[in-house]
């Protein structure tokens, strides 16, 4: 089969690859519907994060199950299912506490930019969407909740949403988006998304944003004081990972407020004395997505939802390059790879 | 009147000082029942937090009202009263949402350490014991209130302490022993004191401590880890403020659990990248010890509580000096001045 590989910054190439196979017998085979490109593929892309030689990329997949080991036993092949890119037994102590992401067999997914994907722990991984092989209009929005829909639900759940809350996303990729779209599906009374550019703010509006906010950093900060009559929001999702917008989201936060921060911090540190005074609550880390499937498949299903919509670029696989280079540039939003 | 004043490391002095007088119409003035020494005073009494020239002590106090300023409303002379060491309205919205120590009309008290006292926003500060004057006997309890138990009572409930869960304490001065004493009133099933110190576990145990660890650090943080069958605690109150302390308390905590850390840190310093993996709700900041106030105070009025028992020694304020020798070197848990 192709796949996808990383050289090296901005050096992505489909190549020929063995076709996966069965490993352990708690093991899936699926072949893909689609997968897709994250915003933090980008890290590595841009060379932000180093590579350890030629690496195999993608976390993100939907499909239907090929085959499955002697272990499985809720999985059976034919079923289109969704999986998280973290993958979990959903029966140890921390599954049960509803952190998959940190389960005891956690591995972290690669090579989904590919027709074919082996999943591990495919029990405890994988979710069926119930009423058979959706149609294929709600693929991108099941592809969605692999990562994305799902981290920016755990954005905002880690956030503390509630019902006429005032909600400050920072970041407009996907997962900032759909931070958006999860606030809103909560309650919140007012969402106000930071972004700077026009085609992300129109999504944000349709997910769901009342307000828009240009400005960064402490001008950021200033504005969210004033749109919140200098108290600050009661929950703000910071979807980016760099020092500047985790400041942003700490000090756009009320005292006794929320923040949850879901992209892999890159070169963050908290001033332990200077966070104390703020008086936020704090949390984030690998979202347990697997958590929430269950219910984002049924909205997604039921026609509530439409996350999808993050996807404003198509390509093939072989053209995957393209596909990094726009989200790099800021061109795309996300890519859906046609695998 | 006689008042204690730090002059440097080491340097604690009794003089002679003017009487308080009343500055804003919201003023109260107290003839205090006594005050005490804090863990806190410790940082500048040591040299580690820097003073700028001689400065007044204290912030920890009950007593009866002497005179009241025009403005104020519910408190009046000749009632008995607790404060927070933190000022508050106890009316502007971080109030309104429990955040009391963030009030806008915030200040941190000092001059405690002395037999008046000026205090600020005397309707939003303070709080009248019901039914009068209490026995002598209940002065060291109503006095921890005003901090110590505040703060301890502030780290369970900032941690998530629920019935039945398995609390760690990180530190073992007052404000850890009487976070033992909080998580065993919230119903925690099993609690764990880190001490190395006899006296004080002895203290732990009596409060509601279920285990004794006496490792630190990493080491530390295996016991807990083998205490929990590896899975962490589902509640950390992290109760010293140093580097060491926090990332011991971040570390013993499952994923998802929460830490509280309610000591102003000194030098602690969070990797984002680091947080975000172990997956723990992070809460602190200076205790909203006024949103508690009136529980605590019910609870030690009806006997359910005994926390002044943490005072284990007590001097009359000229030997304020010996006071601060007595825990700096751990001699005391912490010192009650008779004022």
């Known amino acids: 089969m192709k796949g996808a590989v990383l050289y090296g910054p901005n050096d992505i190439r489909v190549e020929d690859l063995d076709d996966p196979r069965m490993i352990e017998p708690t ?13 933090s593929d980008l890290w590595p892309y841009r060379g932000l994060q180093p590579i350890d030689g030629p690496t195999h990329m993608g976390h ?9 080991g002697s272990a499985v036993k809720s999985i059976k092949p034919g079923q289109f299912v ?20 940190a389960c005891v067999h ?16 495919a029990d405890g991984t994988l979710v069926p969407t119930p ?3 959706p149609s294929p209009g709600l693929v991108p929005s099941l592809l969605a909740a692999s990562d994305v829909l799902g981290t920016g639900w755990f954005a905002a759940d880690a956030a503390n949403v509630n019902p006429g809350g005032t909600v400050v996303v920072v970041g407009d990729g996907a997962v ?15 969402i106000i998304a930071m972004s700077r550019h026009e085609k992300r703010q129109k999504l944000a509006r349709e997910f769901g944003a009342t307000d828009i906010v240009t400005e960064r950093g402490d001008e950021g900060v200033a504005r969210i004081r004033e749109l919140t009559k200098g108290i600050g929001a009661d929950s703000v999702l910071e979807c980016v990972g760099t020092q500047e917008s985790m400041m942003q989201a700490i000090h756009a936060t009320r005292p006794g407020g929320y923040v949850s921060f879901v992209g892999v911090p890159h070169g963050v540190d908290l001033d332990g004395q200077r966070l104390f005074f703020t008086h936020v609550h704090l949390h984030g880390g690998p979202a347990p997505v697997r958590r929430f499937l269950p219910r984002l498949i049924d909205l997604i299903l039921n026609g509530t939802i439409d996350p999808g919509k993050v996807f404003d670029l198509a390509l093939p696989l072989d ?6 280079r726009a989200m790099d540039e800021r061109r795309a939003i996300k890519t859906l790879l046609q695998v």
């Open 106 to 121: 956690r591995e972290f997914m690669l090579r989904a930019q590919a027709p074919f994907l082996r999943v591990p722990h």
């Open 82 to 101: 969704v999986g998280s890119f973290a993958t979990s037994d959903n029966t140890c102590p921390h599954c049960r506490y509803g952190y998959q992401s």
């Open 27 to 39: 093991d899936a085979i699926l072949r893909l519907a689609a997968s897709c490109i994250c915003g």
């Open 176 to 190: 900032g988006l759909l931070g958006v779209l999860s606030a809103k599906q909560m309650g919140a009374g007012r």
């Open 319 to 324: 053209q995957v390059a393209e596909g990094y």
């Open 60 to 68: 993100e997949y939907c499909g239907i199950v090929e085959e499955v």
């Open 131 to 133: 009423g058979g092989t």
